[in-house]
């Protein structure tokens, strides 16, 4: 995995991540999307994985995304706006919301939808707890990217969480499951937001697609 970067490619990327990433709109229907006129990024992942924990340590930005110690709190797609460049949206997490059954399939709409339907969506980077590994509502979520064919990414998440060994066996049952998903890539990445683990690939990732 740190072979795919060279260190002047990975320095250039933690130099882009220097300028702000702004708030732009949260979309609770897809009327609401604004424009596909430029490359956007989505992260995905179950409800308390630490999606929004991650995404504030990749902008270097602590209140970008909300975060809360109740799962289910992004409970619309958000819309931010890197550099003028790039869309990255955070979408709602899956497989726990506290809130009515109706509102709930409300969104999983409106999450499939989108997927299916955004044809300015570079990659999705799908978030998996380290600890807990590919989960069934991950694995629906896979299969759901692969019929949309939407390419995606894994980021393993809290990876300081767990010994080096239980890691390692986690990163092998992860990319052999890989091997079963059409959109999947190949190329997983730990990191760890508290420990500012594996965030220099990710920006690295993220800046492939700024034109």
């Given at each position: ?7 002047e490619?990975?320095?250039?990327a933690?130099?882009?991540f220097?300028?702000r990433c702004d708030f732009?709109?949260?979309v609770a229907q897809l009327?609401q999307?604004p424009d ?6 989505a992260?995905a ?7 929004s924990s991650l995404?504030?340590?990749?902008f ?11 799962p ?5 797609l958000n ?12 979408l ?7 809130a009515p059954?109706k509102?709930?399939k409300?969104?999983?709409a ?5 997927l ?7 990659r999705?980077?799908?978030l ?7 989960k ?7 299969k759901?990217l692969?019929?949309?064919a939407v ?8 990876t ?5 060994a239980?890691?390692q ?5 992860v ?7 059409a ?8 990191t760890s937001?508290e ?6 690939f990710c ?5 492939s697609?700024?034109e």
């Open positions: 995995m740190s072979e795919k970067w060279t260190a490619q990975l320095n250039a933690e130099m882009q220097g300028r732009m709109l949260s009327s999307l596909a006129d430029r490359s956007e990024i992260f992942g179950r409800s308390n994985v630490g999606k995404i504030n340590a990749l270097n930005q602590r209140k970008l995304a909300k975060t809360s110690s109740t289910g709190r992004t409970q619309q819309f931010f706006f890197f550099f003028f460049k790039l869309y990255m949206v955070d709602p997490g899956y497989g726990y919301a506290k059954e509102l709930v409300q969104w999983q409106v999450l499939k939808d989108y299916r339907g955004r044809p300015n969506l570079r999705v980077f799908l998996i707890d380290s600890r807990h590994g590919i069934k509502e991950d694995a629906e979520i896979m759901l692969d019929e949309s390419v995606y990414q894994i980021i393993l998440t809290k300081d969480k767990i010994p080096a239980e890691l066996k986690t990163q092998e049952k990319l052999a499951e890989l091997k079963n998903h959109a999947a890539m190949n190329e997983i990445i730990a937001a420990k500012k683990i594996g965030l220099n920006r690295a990732e993220i800046c697609f700024m």
